[in-house]
């Protein structure tokens, strides 16, 4: 996962997802980075070519059930005047989750000062829960904090989320990405529960 922010008022959290111990196409390794990504290789969206971007994009849209989550800024703040920079992650991979048939996923976010890993894991063990309790379905969610030059996954949602700013709708579209508005989804019952009881937890 991966964020970007569109302007003073709103960012974008990205999402790629795929099964453990899949394989990946040389056409994204290579967008990544043209001399082919292995761990250490950073590869930075905002730098590539139009064409890197669009091959990485193919892929990721192709193979990686690919997710941007449209949020206003307004969505980090909890009663107490608290920030919470957890809530818009844990927001996207409630969707995702609930749009794949799995049991156990692994959530791998870009190191931030800002977010520690006792904290991501206790909101990850609360968000699974709650996904018991709303659905029957037992999930196991676990949670790493990693230098994004380490991780496939931080990388591909660095592109990702790059190219949600700057793609219209009907180029997302194409390339398979889902796109989701934060207004829209806290509409329904089962995001307004959950923002309700995500922000009682915060606050303990």
Do not use: C
């Not at 927001?91 to 904290?119: G, H, M, P, Y």
Request: hydrophobic share 45%.
């Amino acid at each position: 996962m991966d964020e970007s922010f569109t302007d003073p008022t709103q960012m974008v959290v990205s999402l790629t997802a795929w099964a453990e111990g899949a394989r990946f196409s040389q056409s994204l390794t290579e967008g990544l980075n043209p001399a082919g990504w292995y761990p250490g290789a950073e590869s930075k969206a905002h730098i590539a070519s139009p064409q890197r971007l669009n091959k990485v994009l193919g892929q990721v849209g192709r193979s990686m059930k690919a997710q941007l989550l449209w949020l206003p800024f307004r969505t980090f703040q909890l009663a107490s005047g608290k920030q919470d920079p957890l809530y818009p992650y844990l927001i996207a991979i409630l969707a995702r989750v609930l749009a794949i048939n799995a049991s156990a996923f692994t959530v791998v976010l870009d190191q931030r000062s800002d977010i520690k890993v006792e904290q991501l894991t206790a909101d990850l063990r609360h968000l699974a829960a709650f996904i018991y309790v709303e659905t029957g379905r037992r999930v196991t969610l676990q949670g790493l904090l990693m230098d994004s030059k380490k991780s496939l996954g931080v990388q591909t949602a660095d592109f990702l989320a790059f190219g949600g700013m700057h793609l219209l709708m009907p180029a997302l579209a194409a390339f398979h990405i889902r796109r989701l508005e934060y207004d829209t989804l806290i509409g329904e019952p089962l995001y307004q529960r959950y923002t309700r009881l995500h922000r009682e937890f915060a606050e303990r």
